[in-house]
């Protein structure tokens, strides 16, 4: 599958019929909205873990040189904490083009704070995409984001927004909290 996702995913037309729905966002999408939004509500879904196995060459890389985004992995009994976004299909245009480097929409089913549940659309960039990297061990992960840049701006700049969207959620994320203390150590070092 080509990386740029822009066509497949205005193809797949899942929920433009709505005149509102629920985007649920687990990387750049909790600290950065960047898109209009009705409300926003802390959000969990089940069964999926957030990691940095997705290659970014349009927003923190480039092509020769890709930096390391996050991606869900699904991952049964597991919980992911993110933020859910309550938004019109006006903003499909907006994230379709943000999300291009080989992310897709599905639909999952989130649970908010209080215990009640919707469906909402989330963008997955799986195992297929040519961008995908996949797992690596962690030192080299960091590495990696440490030296990558894109238009963007720095890679660490992403993870470091990131790890302080998810203390700010009170989410419990090891993979992303060991990373950061990595990269502070890579850049201190
Ligand atoms: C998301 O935040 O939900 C998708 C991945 C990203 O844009 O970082």
């Keep these: 599958m080509s990386f740029n996702t822009i066509e497949a995913n205005r193809r797949d037309g899942r929920f433009a019929d709505r ?48 930096g390391r985004v996050v991606t869900l992995v699904e991952a049964p009994g597991e919980v992911c904490t993110g933020m859910a976004y309550r938004i019109t299909p006006a903003v499909f245009g907006h994230l379709d083009h943000r999300e291009k480097n080989g992310y897709l929409r599905f639909a999952t089913e989130m649970t908010f704070a209080d215990g009640s549940h919707d469906e909402g659309l989330v963008y997955i960039a799986t195992p297929e995409n040519e961008a995908y990297l996949g797992d690596a061990p962690a030192e080299e992960i960091a590495r990696q984001i440490a030296e990558s840049h894109g238009p963007s701006g720095p890679n660490r700049d992403y993870l470091l927004g990131l790890a302080a969207g998810l203390r700010e959620l009170g989410a419990e994320d090891p993979h992303v909290f060991d990373l950061e203390t990595r990269l502070r150590a890579i850049e201190n070092a």
């Design 19 to 66: 005149e509102q729905l629920w985007l649920f966002g687990y990387g750049s999408l909790i600290y950065k909205a960047g898109f209009d939004y009705i409300e926003r509500r802390p959000a969990t879904i089940t069964g999926w873990q957030r990691r940095f196995w997705q290659g970014s060459h349009d927003h923190r890389g480039t092509p020769d040189a890709p």
